[in-house]
């Protein structure tokens, strides 16, 4: 299985932006999902997560407020709602999939989506 990251583009300084991740092969609500980005030459970050959960109301905020992760499961989707973007935010963003079962690990990575952020 892997993820599939979607909705980055070019937005100007202070817009908003929602990204989407789509499970190919799993079940996305059994897993928590960690969104990351990357700029070109350094290294990962993390950005915001949310727990496995079957309730779509429990939502993930950014300590500034500006970032919202929430799922829409009957849809298989996790989403990263951007507001407020700037610049810094330039990367491209990967969710990750994660769940501990059986005392085994999985994870799926996406391809990641371009989000640029023009001053």
């Known amino acids: 299985g892997q993820t599939v990251e979607s909705g980055g583009c070019l937005v100007q300084s202070g817009g908003s932006l929602k990204l989407s991740c789509a499970a190919n092969g799993f079940t996305l609500n059994y897993y928590a999902v960690k969104w990351l980005r990357q700029v070109s030459g350094k290294e990962r970050e993390p950005v915001l997560c949310?727990?496995?959960?079957?309730?779509?109301?429990v939502v993930s905020k950014s300590l500034d407020g500006r970032f919202t992760v929430s799922r829409e499961n009957r849809k298989n989707l996790v989403h990263l709602q951007m507001n407020d973007l700037n610049p810094e935010d330039t990367a491209v963003y990967f969710c990750?999939?994660?769940?501990?079962?059986?005392?085994?690990?999985?994870?799926?990575w996406g391809q990641g989506t371009q989000v640029t952020v023009s001053s």
């Open positions: 949310i727990a496995s959960n079957y309730d779509d109301t």
């Open positions: 990750m999939a994660v769940r501990d079962y059986n005392n085994a690990k999985y994870d799926y």
